[in-house]
């Protein structure tokens, strides 16, 4: 049965589809284009936050619950204080940000709210085929992740899996003004995990306990990790357990953008746009929508120049040093953390830095697996 005809049509509601459908809303271009967000179901995601590292003040400030001027990271070999001045690093509720979102586009003569589950989309008759209707637009931004990733044994895949607690003590332990980015005290089995602390008072903290791994662990070990970390090194015997969250973030160099079309554009995890070093996406997701409106006001196909091929070039290496060598990854971090200004560690993640900058930072990571990944993963 074919259904109405739109000029966009988005296909997954998540944090990329709806950063997209806001920015057309507000946008005077696109005023009266009809848009279709097409997601099984638009319920509000109350399980996951989002941090970022922003320069001053930035578009989503009214909706964080957190933020923090310093940060420390700890490894077995050092402790370094992190003045993150001029940043800031921000914590979002997923919860904020849908219920703000969801409002804000329901508000809008221009874009509808579908539930329904797209199977395909099919370039021939311009349309996405959904399990109850089929919707016909001009272009697709499709936030599905391809069946190839999840098939393919030939890209390298690193999987950021964590279990956080957010607890309460009874006792003053947690500086409020100052978060943990990394502290590698408490390892399992010579892999790249660590304990990642966001405090919000002296009695309170979201303490999450994170893998880089090649593998995914059975969800007792996270629960052991947090309980003796907690027990070891905050010094806690008794605190209760307000909330948990959990997730899986995939770290990986597949070309998800190699879909991108003159009629679709991948979009959020499934467009490649979790920086595959880091596993962070927030900021990453603004930047790249920014652009995709610039370029179609422009004229361009929206996934133009969307990425730096360098930064792309770095990741994979990064990631072949990590799948080969997990163990490696404390060490790496600390040459990261101690032998660089954190403006030079945000720009490099944010890809905003200069060649001199990326040679300084890759001298400062050495380590002969580097040259071993760097001829490995050359790309012709």
């Known amino acids: 049965m074919l259904g109405p005809v739109y000029y966009y049509v988005i296909v997954g509601g998540g944090l990329a589809g709806l950063q997209l459908a806001l920015r057309l809303k507000d946008d005077v271009f696109f005023k009266g284009k009809k ?47 992190l003045e ?39 370039t021939v008759k311009m349309k996405a085929v959904g399990k109850s209707k089929s919707y016909n637009a001009t272009h697709f931004f499709d936030s599905r992740v391809s069946s190839e990733y999840l098939e393919t044994e030939d890209y390298t895949k690193i ?15 947690f500086n409020p003004d100052e978060f943990t980015m990394m502290d590698f005290r408490l390892t399992y089995k010579n892999s790249t995990s660590f304990t990642y602390i966001l405090p919000f008072s002296e009695t309170e903290a979201l303490v999450e306990y994170t893998f880089f791994t090649p593998y995914i662990t059975e969800e007792a ?17 008794s605190y209760e357990i307000l909330r948990e969250e959990q997730g899986i973030i995939p770290m ?25 070093s880091t596993g962070y ?9 920014s652009k995709i409106i610039k370029n179609i006001k422009s004229g361009h196909l929206p996934s133009k120049d969307l990425f730096r091929k360098k930064f792309k070039q770095y990741d994979r290496i990064f990631l072949d040093v990590l799948a080969r060598r997990n163990e490696k990854g404390e060490q790496i971090f600390t040459n990261f953390y101690e032998k660089n200004s954190v403006e030079e560690i945000f720009a490099y993640l944010d890809e905003e830095t200069s060649r001199k900058t990326d040679l300084k930072i890759m001298f400062s990571l050495f380590d002969p697996e580097f040259i071993t990944s760097f001829f490995r993963k050359l790309k012709p």
């Open 35 to 81: 848009i279709a967000i097409v997601d099984p179901s638009f319920a509000i995601n109350k399980e996951k936050t989002w941090c970022y590292w922003e320069k001053n003040r930035g578009r989503w400030d009214f909706l964080i619950s957190a933020e923090w001027s310093k940060g420390k990271f700890i490894s077995t070999f050092t402790e370094k204080e």
């Open 84 to 122: 993150l001045t001029p940043y800031s690093y921000k914590m979002l509720p997923s919860e904020a940000f849908f219920e703000y979102a969801l409002d804000e586009i329901r508000k809008s003569e221009d874009i509808s709210l579908i539930e329904d589950e797209i199977t395909e989309i099919d």
């Open 159 to 173: 999987y950021q899996h964590f279990k956080g607690y957010h607890i309460k003590a009874k006792k003053p332990v």
């Open 221 to 237: 070990i996270y629960d052991e990790q947090l309980k003796k970390y907690i027990k070891d090194y905050l010094k806690l015997d």
């Open 252 to 276: 990986t160099d597949f070309p998800f953008d190699k879909e991108n079309a003159a009629e679709i554009t991948k979009i959020g995890t499934g467009g490649g746009w979790v920086k595959a």
């Open 281 to 289: 996406s927030f900021k990453h997701t603004e930047k790249k929508i």
